[in-house]
C-alpha cells in the first residue's frame, strides 16, 4: 500500500527557511514521480515542483530560486527546502506521487503539513 | 501565465446529474493535457477520481465521469448523492513539466 507521510512544518518567520520532510512506504521514491502540491488557507489546489524518477526537476514560477526538491533514495524520503519564505508561502503542503512509472501528475497523496510565515 | 478556469460554485439536487468544466485563460483542453480531477473535502487530503481525461481510479463509483466537452475538460456526476457534497478540482499538464490546478468547484447537493 502507498503511504505518503509528511512532515517539518510549522511557524517562521519571513524570509526564513524550511525542510519539509515526506516519507514514503509501500514503494521507492526514486522510481516514481513525486511531487509537492499546497493549499492556502480557504484557497485551493497549487501545484509547487515535481521531482521525476531521473532527478529532473521542475517549479512553479512563484517559488523557483526559492524552494528545492529533492529526495533521500536511501530514507525512501522526499524533501521540499524552502528559503526566503514569504507570508504567501502560508499552506498546508501535500506531497504525491504519480500513479504509475511514467505518471507525472499527483496521484497517490499524504496528508499535509502546515507551514505558516508569520512575524 | 495561462489560467486554469472552474466555475466556483454549483448546486445539484439529490439523484441529479451536474457537469463541472475545466478551462484555460488562453487555449484549449485536450486529451493531450492529460487532465485529471479531484475530490476534497474539508481538512482531508484531495482524492483522485478520474486521470488521463476519463479513467476512473481505483474505488471510484461509476457515476463519476471524465471527458473533453469542446475545448474544456469536464467531469460529471450522474446521480448525484449527498456524499458527494465536496470541492472539486481539476489540474492540466502545461507541458516542460508543468501541471496546474484550476480554482476549483465547490458542488452543494440540496
Known amino acids: 500500500e502507498v503511504q505518503l507521510v509528511e512532515s517539518g512544518g510549522g511557524l517562521v518567520q519571513p524570509g526564513g527557511s524550511l525542510r519539509l520532510s515526506c516519507a514514503a512506504s509501500?514503494?521507492?521514491?526514486?522510481?516514481?514521480?513525486m511531487t509537492w502540491v499546497r493549499q492556502a488557507p480557504g484557497k485551493g489546489l497549487e501545484w509547487v515542483s515535481v521531482?521525476?524518477?531521473?532527478?529532473?526537476?521542475y517549479y512553479t514560477d512563484s517559488v523557483k530560486d526559492r524552494f528545492t526538491i529533492s529526495r533521500d533514495n536511501s530514507k525512501n524520503t522526499l524533501y521540499l527546502q524552502m528559503n526566503s519564505l514569504r507570508a504567501e508561502d502560508t499552506a498546508v503542503y501535500h506531497c504525491?506521487?504519480?500513479?504509475?512509472?511514467?505518471?507525472?501528475?499527483?496521484?497517490?497523496w499524504g496528508q499535509g503539513t502546515l507551514v505558516t510565515v508569520s512575524s | 501565465q495561462t489560467v486554469v478556469t472552474q466555475v466556483p460554485s454549483f448546486s445539484v439536487s439529490p439523484g441529479g446529474t451536474v457537469t463541472l468544466t475545466c478551462g484555460l485563460s488562453s487555449g484549449s483542453v485536450s486529451t493531450s493535457s492529460y487532465p485529471s480531477w479531484y475530490q476534497q473535502t474539508p481538512g482531508q487530503a484531495p482524492r483522485t477520481l478520474i486521470y488521463n481525461t476519463n479513467t476512473r481510479s481505483s474505488g471510484v463509483p461509476d457515476r463519476f465521469s471524465g471527458s473533453i466537452l469542446g475545448n474544456k475538460a469536464a467531469l460529471t456526476i450522474t446521480g448525484a448523492q449527498a456524499d458527494d457534497e465536496s470541492d472539486y478540482y481539476c489540474?492540466?499538464?502545461?507541458?516542460?513539466?508543468?501541471?496546474?490546478f484550476g480554482g476549483g468547484t465547490r458542488v452543494t447537493v440540496l
Open positions: 489540474v492540466v499538464y502545461m507541458g516542460s513539466g508543468i501541471w496546474v
Open positions: 521531482i521525476s524518477s531521473g532527478g529532473s526537476t
Open positions: 504525491a506521487r504519480g500513479r504509475d512509472y511514467y505518471d507525472t501528475s499527483p496521484h497517490y
Open positions: 509501500g514503494f521507492a521514491v526514486g522510481t516514481h514521480y
